[in-house]
């Protein structure tokens, strides 16, 4: 039987170089947040106030907060997380933006675990490998240390989870396949739903006299 725990998360308590490197990205956290709020200031003060700027308004400061919250509750604790396990399976999601760069998500695997991380320790590791990775306790996207334990460890578990992705990829992209179905078909009944019920004659005499009006 395959275990079902392939990462371990343990603490420790963080070494003065690691307190520095945390210390100094907080630091810049404070003038980044006045520069966005400024920026901010300007939109509204050029768009006014409405529920969208509001709700833009309210959304950084509660992001704010939360991200400065961690800072200072790492710092305050002095404690580090240690991730250690064997890599079942790593990939990357990427989301379009118009007018601007692909934003990329990074994740492993630890047989039923998945973990997001940076692009930098993504690049570092394979599947299979046992690793161990230092990394701030709350606040995201600081690492400590990354440490490459053991390469090719419990291949014939690796296999087995990586066996069981494809085996739901598979099943994932045959339900999306489904809903696509019933959904045009859905669109479809309604649109013949509709045309039945208005009158094409009617509708069509409705527009001509519409543009006319706007001759």
């Not at 440490?147 to 990829?169: C, F, G, H, R």
């Amino acid at each position: 039987m395959k275990p079902t725990n392939l990462l371990k998360i343990t603490f420790a308590q963080m070494s003065q170089d690691e307190r520095e490197k945390l210390e100094k990205k907080s630091k810049i956290l404070v003038p980044m947040g006045i520069f966005i709020l400024v920026i901010l200031s300007v939109v509204n003060y050029g768009m006014g106030l409405d529920f969208f700027t509001l709700l833009i308004d309210t959304l950084f400061v509660i992001a704010f907060i939360t991200i400065y919250r961690a800072f200072k509750l790492d710092l305050r604790e002095n404690e580090k997380k240690i991730w250690q396990g064997v890599i079942t399976n790593k990939h990357y999601t990427v989301k379009s933006n118009k007018g601007s760069r692909n934003t990329y998500t990074y994740y492993f695997y630890f047989g039923e675990q998945k973990r997001s991380i940076s692009e930098e320790v993504y690049n570092q590791f394979n599947v299979g490998d046992l690793v161990e990775i230092h990394l701030a306790k709350r606040v995201w996207g600081v690492y400590f240390d990354t440490k490459l334990l053991k390469e090719n460890a419990m291949p014939d578990t690796v296999a087995s989870y990586q066996n069981i992705d494809k085996s739901t990829a598979k099943n994932s992209s045959r339900m999306g396949c489904i809903l696509f179905l019933v959904f045009g078909l859905i669109m479809i009944l309604g649109f013949l739903l509709v045309t039945n019920m208005i009158e094409l004659p009617f509708l069509e005499n409705y527009l001509k006299e519409f543009f006319e009006g706007l001759e």
